[in-house]
Each structure stands twice: as structure tokens, then as C-alpha cells.
T-cell receptor, first 112, second 115 residues
Framework: DQQVKQNSPSLSVQEGRISILNCDYT??????FLWYKKYPAEGPTFLIS?????DKNEDGRFTVFLNKSAKHLSLHIVPSQPGDSAVYFC???????????FGKGNQVVVIP | DAGVIQSPRHEVTEMGQEVTLRCKPI?????LFWYRQTMMRGLELLIY????????DSGMPEDRFSAKMPNASFSTLKIQPSEPRDSAVYFC?????????????FGEGSRLTVL
């Protein structure tokens, strides 16, 4: 069973606008969440993370929001840039456990 | 600094053949992971090692798959015999933090096609 779910597999957004990616998880024991970005023919690269003791973490244009009661997190990219066009993976784990469960990914296309 | 190095980048083989994928983790990293990416299932963890010891292989699909890590700088994932449903991109990743949740550094992947 998919413990981390990313719906709406693709998203198109105009340059300069906000991109919002959503992720839901089923295991309430997860306490650490990450987003990875992947370009074609490359491996995923770490983007941003958040622990369950926080509800928001910001790094430049990227902000991750966590709603533990809803088992939901989202990634906001503001403003979106053409270089942000990639597949974004949501991942979750138990702190102290190296095993990451990944979602299937969201394709983002930023239109110049 | 060199990242995670995987080989081959592409492999095309016929059903029934043995396939060996190789990985060199980042020097100093003590955790190594093998993931498989497919359209249907996304990124699945197959197996991971801490300090060269397999910790969790529950993601390995079946006995046709095996993984080894003979030393800190090398790991292999072997499929014998291969089947068309094994076609996927296989990623190796390494991490510096054992126990805690460390960032995973991924290689560029090995794209396997089994005809």
C-alpha cells in the first residue's frame, strides 16, 4: 500500500505565479517529511524538509507546510521559475529510521 | 566532490539473462540504499545497508533479486533471471547519518530494459 500519496500528477503554472504541490500520508507515526526534486535523466535531489514538531519551514522560494491532524503536507514555490520544471517527490520517515517512503511524484511545468 | 556513481546508465537485456547494477556511494557515507522507480509504483525502497550490513531487505521483490555490499565503497544489485516486469530505473543513494534521518544523495540511476 502506498503510504505517501501525491495526487494531481501534473501541474502547469505561469512563471512568477505560485506552484502548490500536495501530499498525504497514512502512517501517523511518520515524523519527518522531505521533498525531493528530479530532472530528467538525473537522480532526485533534496529540496526541503520539515519535522513533525513544526508546521512550517521556509527556504528561499520554497515553503513546506505540515498539517499533522490531516496527515497532509504541501510545498509552495513562490515565485515559480522555468528552472523549477521538474518532478517533485514527497517522502516521509520515522526519525531514527533511514527508510524513506516516497510518493509517486508530481510533474511541474513552469511556462515562461 | 564526486557524487553517487552508478553503472551502467543504460542496460538492455533479454529475459532470463543476469543483470548486475553497480554503485559507488559518496566517500564517508555509511548508509546505502537501492530504490526502483516505475510509473505504477513510483520510488520503492528495495534494500538498505548501514556500515555494509543489510538492515532491511523487505522491499526486494523476490528471490531473483539480491544485493551485496562487500565494502564501504561498493555495492551491487543483481537480478537473475531477469524478467520484462523488472524494467525500471534503479537508483542507488547514500547517506551520512545513521540512525537519524539524513538527506539521501542519489545517483543518476540505471535504466534497465528487459525484452
Amino acid at each position: 500500500d502506498q503510504q505517501v500519496k501525491q495526487n494531481s500528477p501534473s501541474l502547469s503554472v505561469q512563471e512568477g505565479r505560485i506552484s502548490i504541490l500536495n501530499c498525504d500520508y497514512t502512517n501517523s507515526m511518520f515524523d519527518y517529511f522531505l521533498w525531493y526534486k528530479k530532472y530528467p535523466a538525473e537522480g532526485p535531489t533534496f529540496l526541503i524538509s520539515i519535522s513533525s514538531i513544526k508546521d512550517k519551514n521556509e527556504d528561499g522560494r520554497f515553503t513546506v507546510f505540515l498539517n499533522k491532524s490531516a496527515k497532509h503536507l504541501s510545498l509552495h514555490i513562490v515565485p515559480s521559475q522555468p528552472g523549477d520544471s521538474a518532478v517533485y517527490f514527497c517522502a516521509a520517515s520515522l526519525y531514527g529510521n533511514n527508510r524513506l517512503a516516497f510518493g509517486k511524484g508530481n510533474q511541474v511545468v513552469v511556462i515562461p | 566532490d564526486a557524487g553517487v556513481i552508478q553503472s551502467p546508465r543504460h542496460e538492455v537485456t533479454e529475459m532470463g539473462q543476469e543483470v548486475t547494477l553497480r554503485c559507488k556511494p559518496i566517500s564517508g557515507h555509511n548508509s546505502l540504499f537501492w530504490y526502483r522507480q516505475t510509473m505504477m509504483r513510483g520510488l520503492e525502497l528495495l534494500i538498505y545497508f548501514n556500515n555494509n550490513v543489510p538492515i532491511d531487505d523487505s522491499g526486494m521483490p523476490e528471490d531473483r533479486f539480491s544485493a551485496k555490499m562487500p565494502n564501504a565503497s561498493f555495492s551491487t544489485l543483481k537480478i537473475q533471471p531477469s524478467e520484462p516486469r523488472d524494467s525500471a530505473v534503479y537508483f542507488c543513494a547514500s547517506s551520512a547519518r545513521q540512525g537519524g534521518t539524513g538527506e539521501l544523495f542519489f545517483g543518476e540511476g540505471s535504466r534497465l530494459t528487459v525484452l
